[in-house]
């Protein structure tokens, strides 16, 4: 498939700022029952801004991605059956919990917003998830393309968010030193770890997947068949959105990019290199890069059967 420029940083950023949210909520669960210094509200107003200025800036780059993004509102008509009107739905709800976490920060945790927020923090985390396998499930519910109908798919995307989510608030930590917290080092460097092997695993598997069609079956014809021809002169449709453009040999040398750009490089340099701001903001910059590369994979991966007929020879 082309990959959309857009559904790339959209899935990305979202995926980021729910996975910031939800560890927000479990470190601040850990605070409020362990009465640690993390209960200073200050504490949660950063990575909460961070949270909303990523998940608002996956929502406007979505509206690229429309037609007419004037009829928006009218994709979310079809929640009975569509996983896109589920997600526009439950989209704007993840947005108010994060701009009501961060009104902590402004109006103060232990006072105002302690007790309400134990029982909205469930509704929350929920709420994460349900637009993770939403958004997950646009591409996974697509049987036809073999690369993302597939439990991988929503795995992934769940998973991928909370070790984002962890790592840029376990570097936003650099920033406001907390001690105590539960979202530390070890707990980063496990999730990038699981991350690794998770991400390995879908290219094993993806490398060996084979189109269950073949020209003698979509055309009937018994014995040999062979393609000689396109069937077209130039460019179409299903030429320009149904294919990618871009070599063999780059998408091979890509997926030990992604690894080592998303996962690899982060974990080294967390452990290695001393946590400052600058050093926080190089390594949240790479694992960034290598998250678009892997959202960018992740759609040029995916092969569409009628690839068969327009791309594999021309």
């Not at 995307?157 to 030193?177: D, E, K, M, Q, V």
């Not at 490398?207 to 130039?234: D, Y």
């Not at 990019?257 to 001393?274: G, H």
Request: glycine share 10%; proline share 6%; charged share 10%.
């Amino acid at each position: 498939m082309r990959p959309p420029w857009s559904m790339v940083i959209f899935t990305v950023l979202a995926g980021l700022g729910q996975g910031l949210l939800v560890m927000l909520i479990l470190e601040q669960w850990g605070s409020f029952s362990s009465q640690a210094p993390a209960t200073d509200s200050l504490a949660f107003l950063g990575p909460s801004m961070l949270a909303f200025g990523l998940l608002f800036a996956g929502l406007i780059s979505a509206f690229f991605h429309l037609g007419r993004p004037s009829r928006a509102w009218r994709s979310a008509s079809q929640w009975r059956t569509s996983w896109l009107s589920r997600e526009i739905i439950v989209m704007p709800v993840v947005l108010g919990f994060t701009f009501v976490h961060g009104l902590q920060g402004v109006l103060g945790l232990p006072e105002i917003f302690g007790s309400l927020w134990k029982v909205v923090a469930p509704l929350a985390l929920v709420a994460c998830l349900a637009m993770w396998i939403c958004t997950a499930m646009i591409y996974g519910c697509l049987k036809f393309l073999q690369e993302w109908s597939t439990p991988w798919t929503p795995a992934a995307f769940i998973l991928f968010g909370l070790t984002g989510g962890a790592l840029f608030f376990g570097l936003s930590r650099t920033l406001l030193p907390v001690e105590g917290l539960l979202v530390s080092k070890p707990l980063i460097g496990l999730l990038l770890l699981i991350s690794l092997a998770v991400k390995a695993l879908i290219f094993k598997r993806n490398a060996g997947l084979r189109p269950k069609s073949t020209l003698r079956s979509a055309t009937g014809i018994p014995g040999n068949v062979r393609q000689v021809s396109m069937g077209i002169m130039g460019g179409s449709f299903n030429t320009r959105e149904f294919f990618h453009g871009v070599s063999l040999g780059l998408m091979r040398q890509l997926r030990p990019t992604v690894l080592m750009l998303a996962f690899v490089l982060p974990m080294v340099m967390l452990f290695v290199l001393p946590l400052t701001p600058l050093t926080a903001g190089f390594i949240a910059l790479v694992h960034l890069l290598g998250m678009v590369a892997e959202r960018w994979l992740f759609f040029a991966q995916a092969n569409h059967p009628q690839n068969l007929y327009y791309q594999r020879i021309s």
